[in-house]
């Protein structure tokens, strides 16, 4: 193997599958991001893409076209990789919104000791898993992350110069971005740089204005991380967390919690023991009551979509709807536990959805699409 590459590749067709794999976390962090003008970005962009093209055109397939939109994706999980000291894959490439009705999709990285492109992409070449995205007949727009490092790493001559990310895609007819092209526009200088109140959250990040929201409306003031703050965006929100947004949306009203808890997994001292025994106590949640009587609420289970539309409606106060009898989401049946709630959020614009035309109840709420719940329920309801 290359020394100065270390490489991972998810990839996932019409049934979406991941690879998730870690590496040994190397020392590096926001702090080690070098800023990088527009013009080095837009020109080792524009490289990249064309090395990836000149190599599917030696394979007779036809090239693939750059989206500002999927590098975003793309350039909020290169950066990840080195804000969090990880190599590995989640399944944010392909449930990011950004991403549109895809019909094929595959994420690639890639960690350089050298400010190199060229490096990165043959890498990606010599390797027969990463190879097979990057020569997908299905793939047509790409999105392309890269991220500078300054290389320093405590205990090791050598570090971390170039992390470089590539999401791919495929899409029906007329599905694709509306901003693919067959170019790299000169974009702004360092736009997934966070400009906001955390550090881990891009300026360009779909969610931005809802997260810096949450944080100016006091509903969630992230953790403390050196000299800075973190929201952790990506990373699923739990039931206790949920708690205690809930309960200062509502502006953190006057309670006190009794001096028994009425969940038998939540203890008088948990940190947000007052705000999970105040959803009880407002019939926002019930918790789960066993077959002997035990009632829990699972404080660090992450919520589902499902189960957020049912909290978000009930601290809505139960308003009065009848849900259609056609499910507005092609995955959530009429019969099914939280339909009328589901239904209620799609209605009130708290959520559309994905362009597939899913809801995906199942799935866990990340604490950047919860931003957004929360958000559009306050200037909605």
């Not at 997934?192 to 109140?197: I, S």
């Not at 000299?227 to 039931?239: D, E, G, N």
Request: glycine share 8%; aromatic share 10%.
């Amino acid at each position: 193997m290359k020394k100065h590459l270390v490489v991972l590749a998810a990839t996932a067709a019409l049934t979406a599958s991941s690879l998730s794999i870690t590496a040994p976390a190397a020392t590096a962090a926001q702090q080690d991001i070098v800023s990088m003008n527009a013009q080095t970005r837009t020109t080792d962009a524009q490289k990249m893409l064309d090395l990836i093209n000149a190599h599917r055109k030696s394979k007779n397939l036809k090239p693939v076209r750059y989206s500002a939109t999927l590098s975003g994706i793309a350039q909020g999980e290169s950066d990840r990789l080195v804000r969090q000291e990880v190599i590995d894959h989640t399944t944010n490439f392909l449930y990011d919104q950004r991403a549109g009705s895809w019909d094929a999709a595959g994420e690639i990285h890639a960690i350089s000791w050298r400010h190199s492109v060229t490096d990165l992409v043959d890498w990606w070449k010599g390797s027969s898993a990463h190879n097979k995205v990057l020569t997908d007949p299905r793939m047509e727009v790409i999105g392309i992350g890269l991220t500078y490092v300054d290389g320093s790493l405590t205990g090791n001559k050598q570090g971390w110069k170039l992390v470089g990310t590539v999401a791919s895609y495929g899409y029906p007819d007329g599905k694709a971005p509306a901003d693919t092209r067959n170019t790299v526009p000169l974009g702004a200088p360092d736009a997934h740089v966070a400009a906001g109140p955390f550090r881990d959250v891009a300026a360009n990040h779909p969610f931005a204005t809802e997260i810096a929201w949450l944080h100016s409306s006091g509903i969630s003031t992230g953790w403390a991380s050196g000299t800075s703050r973190v929201y952790k965006p990506a990373q699923a929100i739990t039931r206790d967390q949920m708690a205690a947004f809930l309960y200062r949306l509502a502006g953190s009203p006057a309670y006190t919690p009794p001096r028994v808890s009425p969940f038998a997994d939540v203890p008088t001292s948990h940190v947000f023991y007052k705000e999970m025994a105040w959803l009880h106590a407002k019939g926002i949640s019930t918790g789960w009551v066993s077959a002997n009587g035990v009632r829990t609420y699972k404080p660090g289970q992450a919520i589902s979509r499902d189960q957020m539309a049912a909290f978000l409606y009930r601290q809505a106060g139960k308003p009065a709807y009848t849900p259609p009898r056609t499910s507005p989401f092609v995955d959530v049946s009429t019969g099914q536990g939280f339909y009328k709630e589901m239904a209620w959020l799609q209605a009130t614009g708290i959520s559309t959805g994905w362009d597939d035309g899913t809801y995906r109840p199942g799935a866990a709420v990340s604490r950047d699409v919860m931003a957004a719940f929360l958000y559009r329920f306050a200037h909605t309801s």
